[in-house]
């Protein structure tokens, strides 16, 4: 009976990086090369069409929009935090230089940074939506994206897509 449980245990531990591969990424890495983390998304301005839906359907991309990061340890408080500015195509690519995980899981960028909608410039589509969960926080995906340099290596982490709505719809006309 205790062999039985003991290699259930044993098998749980070797599948454990198959069920949380992005717990992997930080894993086989030599000592000297260094990880960064980079979360990258898309921000737009949701259509009038789709108003109280999370529908993207005709939204328009938005550059210089702003969004945060912000990782709290796994006390809770606050470990990173920085505004990122969308380019031309409303992509943004938040390279979250200075983060450190305290605990490898429970400060892991995967449960520990969310994204957050910030500002639009767009006076005609300012207002946030929870899109994603754009207002309260993005969580991150992995999408088993890394850049492998010679001296370090980049683990890219995904949210979103995010939205903003616009301030003023025309009421629909019903014929």
């Not at 992509?91 to 960028?109: K, N, R, T, V």
């Not at 994206?145 to 003023?168: C, E, N, T």
Request: glycine share 6%; charged share 15%; with cysteine.
């Amino acid at each position: 009976m205790a062999s039985s449980h003991l290699a259930v245990f044993i098998s749980s531990l070797l599948l454990l990086p198959l069920a949380f591969p992005s717990i992997a990424a930080y894993g086989d890495i030599p000592e000297d090369k260094k990880t960064e983390v980079v979360v990258e998304g898309m921000v737009y301005c949701q259509s009038c069409d789709n108003y109280g839906s999370w529908s993207l359907s005709k939204a328009q991309t938005i550059s210089s929009a702003k969004v945060s990061v912000i990782c709290k340890n796994n006390e809770g408080q606050v470990s990173f935090y920085k505004a990122f500015e969308t380019d031309g195509n409303g992509y943004f690519f938040a390279e979250l230089e200075g983060f450190q995980m305290s605990h490898p899981l429970l400060d892991h960028p995967l449960q520990s940074c969310r994204v957050k909608l910030v500002s639009s410039p767009l006076d005609y589509c300012n207002l946030l939506s929870n899109i994603n969960d754009g207002m309260y926080g993005s969580p991150l995906r992995f999408e088993s994206k890394r850049l492998h340099r010679k001296d370090y290596q980049v683990v890219i982490y995904a949210a979103g897509p995010l939205a903003f709505r616009p301030a003023h719809c025309p009421a629909p006309t019903h014929y």
